[in-house]
């Protein structure tokens, strides 16, 4: 039999389970909502970033050197102005996955193509000798973490290659 002292001995722990259980659930949503507010953030940058560019020649224009790249970047203002914005892009962007603010999933659904493009046409075959060149070992490093990242993920999840 269940006695009066037994329940006001339960009732404390149930409640506290309760509300631990609650505020859980808080937390979490607004973790979901932080996430949303920073995507739309960065989608609306990215958006106004390259609002008038002709960004599609640019992003598959297959890079072979870092000479190759200066010569674009001094000679051709699309070329100049979309490197630009995306490498602008793509650092803010990275410190925001790396920080663990956004996860790697909502950039795989929005930028996935355009990341894999941009890091193995451009990125790749100039960074190493982009960090020689302005002796900077650091340049560029989180737009480099954010697409070795969303490259990797979207090999772990190909349903999500582009």
């Known amino acids: ?6 329940v006001l001995d339960v009732l404390p722990v149930a ?7 609650y505020y859980s659930l808080q937390i ?3 973790n979901r909502t932080r996430q949303a507010q920073l995507f739309m953030q960065m989608y609306n940058r990215w958006r106004d ?15 072979s050197d870092f000479t190759e790249y200066q010569e674009k970047y ?8 979309t490197v630009d ?3 602008t892009f793509y650092e803010g ?3 925001i996955v790396k920080a663990g603010y956004m996860d790697i999933h909502l950039v795989a659904l929005m930028w996935a193509g355009m990341t894999r493009r941009f890091y193995e046409n451009i990125v790749e075959p100039i960074i190493d000798e982009a960090k020689e060149y302005w002796d900077m070992p650091r340049v560029w490093s989180e737009t480099v973490y954010v697409c070795k ?12 290659r582009t």
């Open 93 to 95: 962007l990275g410190v």
């Open 149 to 160: 990242e969303l490259i990797r993920y979207t090999d772990e999840h190909p349903e999500l």
């Open 74 to 81: 001094e000679s051709d203002e699309n070329f100049r102005d």
């Open 85 to 87: 914005a995306y490498f």
């Open 1 to 6: 039999m269940v006695t009066l002292e037994t």
């Open 15 to 21: 409640s506290l389970v309760v509300v631990l259980a």
């Open 49 to 63: 970033d390259t609002k008038g560019l002709d960004f599609n020649p640019v992003l598959n224009t297959k890079l």
């Open 28 to 30: 979490r949503n607004q």
